[in-house]
């Protein structure tokens, strides 16, 4: 089956800065690739989403790339804000949805 | 409000109880799943309805049993509760040709076995 490994478990960046999140996955037929933010005591909610048929996305302070051959996939969020402070869990899927171990994001302002 | 909605949000027990959570969404979705979320936040999916078929159903003990009355309503029922079962259950639910994809989660609900 999948595996998604995701790094680094915890970090921590000034208000302002960038962070970048990286996955990896061991399943070359997985062909969607979400990102989830988990805010404490609430659901993980879907932030950005790829397809295998696409490099990159960007959606305002987020954008995730893709290496297909690789295997990887990442989410890089530009000037950030301390509410964009909660986890962070990268997915994939080819059938069902194998979900990465989680970063957890901290703001410092 | 449109939403994934379970309930319980907390739930303490004694071992060996049984036990169940209900979800509902209101959002029209034709698929829902159950989502077990360890003490290291590590999500796993543990079974998944389409319009009231079992789709998916991974190695989860026969304890759980998942039942969709209809396809906006997937409950868990819980037998012979065990220490080991303690952590945070969430209920999914996606639209229609979006099976894995464009998940929409409940706020979960905390199972404690004492």
């Known amino acids: 089956g999948e595996n998604v490994e995701q790094h680094p478990s915890t970090l921590s960046v000034q208000e302002g800065d960038s962070a970048v999140i990286k996955c990896t996955y061991s399943d070359s037929a997985s062909n969607y690739f979400p990102w989830y933010k988990q805010e404490l005591g609430k659901g993980p909610q879907l932030i950005i989403d790829i397809r295998s048929n696409v490099g990159e996305k960007k959606d305002q302070r987020i954008a995730v790339t893709l290496n297909k051959t690789a295997k990887h996939f990442s989410l890089h969020i530009t000037e950030t804000q301390p509410e964009d402070s909660a986890v962070y869990f990268c997915a994939a899927s080819s059938v069902k949805l194998t979900f990465g171990t989680g970063t957890r994001l901290t703001i410092i302002p | 409000d449109t939403a994934v909605s379970q309930t319980p949000k907390y739930l303490v027990t004694q071992m060996g109880n049984d036990k169940s959570i209900k979800c509902e969404q209101n959002?029209?979705?034709?698929?829902m799943y159950w989502y077990k979320q360890d003490s290291k936040k590590f999500l796993k999916i543990m079974f998944s309805?389409?319009?009231?078929?079992?789709?998916i159903n991974e190695t989860v003990p026969n304890r759980f049993s998942p039942k969709s009355p209809d396809k906006a309503h997937l409950n868990l029922h819980i037998n012979s509760l065990e220490l080991g079962d303690s952590a945070v259950y969430f209920c999914?639910?996606?639209?229609?040709?979006?099976?894995?994809?464009?998940?929409?989660f409940g706020s979960g609900t905390q199972l404690s076995v004492l």
């Open positions: 959002l029209g979705h034709d698929t």
């Open positions: 999914a639910s996606s639209p229609l040709g979006t099976f894995s994809e464009k998940l929409f």
């Open positions: 309805y389409n319009n009231k078929e079992l789709i």
